[in-house]
């Protein structure tokens, strides 16, 4: 991965594509948390949620 904290200033000021490299690089963790607690709902609604919600507060994340 890109030196984490350009691609973070980017992504929090829009950029697409640094937003995307972000989504891939913790897709695994997203992944487990849909494996662990995807059994009592819709893993695609699980993930799609926990993608959104990764997008959403990414604008908090401290460099």
């Known amino acids: 991965m890109k ?3 350009d691609i973070l200033e980017k992504a929090q000021k829009g950029d ?3 937003i ?5 690089e913790y ?6 948390l849909v ?3 995807g059994k009592k709902v819709n ?4 993930r799609e949620h926990l993608m959104f919600k990764f997008i959403e ?3 908090k994340f401290k460099k």
């Open 57 to 59: 507060n990414m604008k």
């Open 3 to 5: 030196d984490f904290e």
């Open 43 to 46: 893993k695609d609604d699980l």
């Open 20 to 24: 995307n490299d972000l989504l891939y």
């Open 27 to 32: 897709l695994p963790l997203i992944n487990g």
């Open 35 to 37: 494996y662990k607690y």
């Open 16 to 18: 697409g594509q640094a």
